[in-house]
Nanobody, 120 residues
């Protein structure tokens, strides 16, 4: 089974930027990002196929977050700009082989998560 390992979380001031990275141990069709605050439902952010097609992009991150993928390295990245205090949550790399899933929050494979903290 493919394993996912995230990196790149940390603390930043509001308006700043962070880049999250995820490395997969093998090939996987779809990779994406999900975030979840304690006690709240998980939110799909974006996902991208191995062909580069972005099949999901949450409205709340449009024009601030960009997802991109390097198939040669089996890596997925999330560039986050104009960060806000409400972006302070755990971010998870997710992946799945199924093409029919609508939201990356429903993907079956999850990394361990990386914390992002945005201070005002």
């Amino acid at each position: 089974q493919v394993q996912l390992v995230e990196s790149g979380g940390g603390s930043v001031q509001a308006g700043g930027s962070l880049r999250l990275s995820c490395t997969a141990s093998g090939y996987i069709y779809r990779m994406g990002w999900v975030r979840q605050a304690p006690g709240k439902e998980r939110e799909g952010i974006a996902d991208i196929t191995n062909g580069g097609a972005i099949t999901y992009y949450a409205g709340f991150v449009m024009r601030r977050f960009t997802v991109f993928r390097d198939n040669a390295k089996n890596t997925l990245s999330l560039q986050m700009n104009s960060l806000k205090p409400e972006d302070t949550v755990m971010y998870y790399c997710v992946a799945d082989q199924r093409p029919d899933l609508q939201n990356p929050a429903d993907f079956s494979l999850w990394g361990q998560g990386t914390q992002v903290t945005v201070s005002s």
